[in-house]
């Protein structure tokens, strides 16, 4: 399995978590491998493994959307335009913020549709 960041292993943990119904996993994992019994998605490594790639590229264009909702692409605040010295700097700061969000955010959505279901 590509490893996963932590915020990448959330998004799809409690995906799988909703979605998963009863069933017995075939991943080879290590609670299978001490147990010689399939652990039928009681660890994380399979509720994962579980999660196909048409539905991480539904999580990933989710996120997006989320993304461009709350924080949409935008202009950099000008410092020629109507802004006084006090509320131009805030306003680049709050213009930073969002944008190192869309970032982050964009960043898990790449790394879910990068990943192997
Ligand atoms: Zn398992």
Redesign the pocket.
């Known amino acids: 399995m590509t490893e996963l960041s932590p915020a990448a292993q959330e998004v799809l943990l409690n995906y799988g978590n909703k979605s998963r119904g009863p069933g017995m996993?075939i991943?080879l994992?290590?609670?299978?491998m001490d147990g010689d019994e399939?652990?039928?998605?009681?660890?994380?490594?399979?509720?994962i493994?579980a999660i196909s790639k048409p539905e991480r590229s539904g999580l990933a264009a989710a996120l997006r959307a989320a993304a461009d909702q709350v924080v949409p692409e935008e202009r950099k605040p000008s410092a020629d335009s109507d802004y006084h010295l006090m509320n131009w700097t805030k306003a680049l700061d709050t213009y930073y913020q969002r944008k190192q969000t869309r970032a982050e955010i964009l960043a898990i959505a790449a790394e879910l549709e990068g990943s192997n279901g």
């Open positions: 996993c991943s994992c290590q609670a299978w399939p652990c039928n998605f009681a660890c994380d490594a399979c509720r493994a």
